[in-house]
């Protein structure tokens, strides 16, 4: 026996109630929560099709002013016909209501939602796009000034010419996670969905994933694009005989579109998965069965059920912006950069994603696909929220001035070097016992102003940041030469003495604006390896020497975590949970 589940109903079975059987499990539900929306300050601002609060597992839980619309004609009412907004709010609050309306424990609810309809039945211009994102996230800024805000935007752009170069919307939404020069992002964390394959795509599963990109805006580099995996494996063969699932338990979702067809210096999308559904194949053709969807709330009225079904990259979205924003609860006076890196630092693959192989036997080209398919995996809310006694979690949050103006021209400037509080006693103690670094590196570009095709990431970001790692028998001073070539150069007997053995490799990890790796090895080893450093690398600040941005200073978030196997070893109780860094180094 390889598991026991807890046997519970599919989401067909509530979806084919009789109203008075639905009506008792929703006065049921209703009498179990616990609602604790105005206890934070964190709103979920919905960008979709509008919300039929009068749902009476909603009517309690959004407020009639947290509704509006990017255009004062339209109703600020579910405009698509099935619901598209509606089950949206449902899984925000509630997460898939098969747990909830099947469990009989008290179910917390503090998930602000505001929503604000961008899409009705007339199609909006698509070079308004970008602006009407920025318009609808101002609308809910106006409603709740004072709150953080986790941005749920899962209307995309089938349109896939641009295969991960940015786009107009793209560059808004990495605009807005930016700010300005002036006035930072303090407040916002955006996640946007990466797209559907169509039903018919789907027959060709996985190739025509691979085929298939991830859509419009969900490039953006400082965005969290999230797609889709799957959980849901229960097919009713009886009424289906001889139907099959698309996806096996754990794998990519059907639905999911990728960045392996992209050029390999664009960021690699997804950045996470969530649960999104399966499809089955049934006398060759799709099935297209509730069984493997989500349940969530309906947009109801006259012989229509209050309970909806609700799948693909968009019920990911919705439950990764419920985690965004139950996270950014616990840690209000984190900067977005952190929130971005909490999500992304938790998050894991399964052992079907890995082909129940080690990772770090993957080949190169089989890590960049990984990432490409499914990002660093599933995020884990307790990881996010709680370092356990068996493992360390450090967090800073820093500032760097990237760039100087020096001989005429822009270099780059300082690089920050972390002195890192390991308890070695205990690592030393351990010898040859395995640990497990992982190391996640948050920050935000800024787009380059215009709308020009962007040769390259280059062109486009307004810096990069990059780390690094001291090897176990490695000098400070040879260790600060491998970082800086300017250090290097002024050692005339410099000798190359360490090297970095992580499991992802700088090739693969160094795309986009947040970069994670994994170190494994003997916590002997990892006792000495005691100082990471995090360096600038080129953008548009240090080649558009006219636009005076060598001068502007940027922030970043540095996760850094020990782990290990033995429950019953202390690490964290025996270090500060803080990080000091040293005085800038120049480059």
């Keep these: 026996m390889a598991e026991i589940r807890k046997p519970i109903e599919t989401t067909d079975f509530f979806t084919n109630l009789d109203k008075d059987w639905e009506g008792d499990f929703i006065n049921d ?18 960008l979709d099709s509008g919300v ?68 009705d039945c007339s199609a909006n211009d698509p070079d308004l796009y970008g602006q009407i994102t920025l318009e609808a996230i101002a609308i809910g800024e106006i409603m709740n000034p004072e709150n953080k805000r986790v941005v749920c935007l899962a209307v995309t752009s089938p349109d896939n010419k641009y295969l991960g170069r940015p786009s107009s919307w793209s560059a808004a939404i990495d605009q807005k996670m930016f700010g300005s020069i002036e006035d ?68 990519m979702s059907p639905c999911n579109t990728t960045s392996v067809s992209w050029n390999k210096k664009w960021p690699k999308k997804p950045d996470i998965v969530f649960e999104g559904g399966n499809d089955g194949i049934f006398n060759s053709g799709i099935l297209d ?7 969530s709330t309906g947009v109801g009225g006259i012989g229509r059920s209050w309970l909806s079904t609700m799948a693909d990259t968009s019920a990911a979205t919705a439950l990764a912006s419920k985690f965004a924003a139950e996270l950014y609860q616990k ?85 920050h070097l972390f002195d890192l509080p390991w308890p070695t006693d205990i690592l030393s103690d351990l010898a040859e016992l395995d640990v497990k670094l992982i190391v996640t590196l948050s920050y935000f570009i800024e787009p380059n102003p215009g709308n020009k095709r962007y040769a390259n990431d280059q062109s486009y970001k307004s810096h990069g940041l990059r780390f690094k790692m001291i090897d176990k028998n490695e000098s400070q001073g040879a260790f600060q030469a491998r970082v800086s070539k300017a250090i290097k150069d002024e050692q005339d007997d410099y000798v190359a003495e360490g090297s970095e053995n992580w499991i992802l490799g700088s090739q693969v990890r160094d795309k986009g604006s947040i970069h994670k790796d994994i ?9 000495l390896r005691n100082k990471i450093a995090v360096y600038p690398v080129g953008g548009w600040w240090k080649n558009r020497k006219k636009l005076n941005r060598y001068d502007s200073s940027v922030r970043y978030s540095l996760i850094i975590s020990i782990e290990t196997n033995e429950a019953d070893i202390d690490i964290y109780n025996d270090v500060l949970n803080q990080i000091t860094v040293s005085i800038p180094i120049d480059i």
């Excluded at 539900?29 to 919905?46: E, K, P």
């Excluded at 449902?90 to 929503?115: A, H």
């Excluded at 069965?289 to 349940?295: M, R, T, V």
Aim: charged share 20%; with cysteine; hydrophobic share 35%.
């Design 29 to 46: 539900l209703r009498d179990r929560t616990n609602i604790q929306i105005l206890q934070n300050n964190v709103s979920v601002c919905l």
């Design 52 to 119: 039929n609060r009068v749902n009476p597992l909603l009517v309690d839980l959004i407020p009639e002013r947290n509704l509006d619309s990017v255009n004062p004609t339209w109703t600020n009412s579910d405009s698509e016909r099935q619901g598209h907004g509606t089950p949206m709010a449902g899984l925000i609050i509630y997460g898939d209501l098969n747990d909830p309306i099947t469990s009989s424990s008290q179910i917390y609810v503090s998930n602000n939602i505001e929503s604000i309809k961008i899409i």
């Design 184 to 251: 930072r992002n303090n407040n916002t964390v955006i996640l946007v969905s990466s797209g559907n394959l169509s039903f018919a795509n789907r027959l060709n599963y996985p190739i025509s994933n691979d085929d298939l990109s991830i859509e419009d805006p969900a490039q953006a580099f400082n965005a969290i694009t999230v797609g889709a995996y799957t959980n849901k494996d229960r097919l009713d063969v009886a009424t289906y005989p001889g139907a099959k699932l698309l996806a096996q338990r754990g794998q």
């Design 289 to 295: 069965e509730e069984s493997l969807k989500l349940l």
């Design 331 to 415: 840690y209000p006076n984190y900067l977005p950069e952190t929130v971005r890196a909490l999500i992304i630092h938790s998050a894991d693959w399964n052992s079907i994603m890995l082909n129940n192989r080690s990772l770090d036997n993957f080949t190169s080209e089989e890590k960049s696909k990984l990432l490409e398919r499914v990002g660093y995996g599933i995020p884990n809310l307790d990881k996010a929220k709680y370092s356990a006694e068996n493992s360390l979690s450090i967090i800073a949050e820093r500032t760097l001035k990237p760039f100087k103006f020096e001989e005429s021209r822009v270099k780059t400037n300082v690089f």
């Design 519 to 527: 170190w494994v090895g003997a916590a002997a080893d990892l006792a």
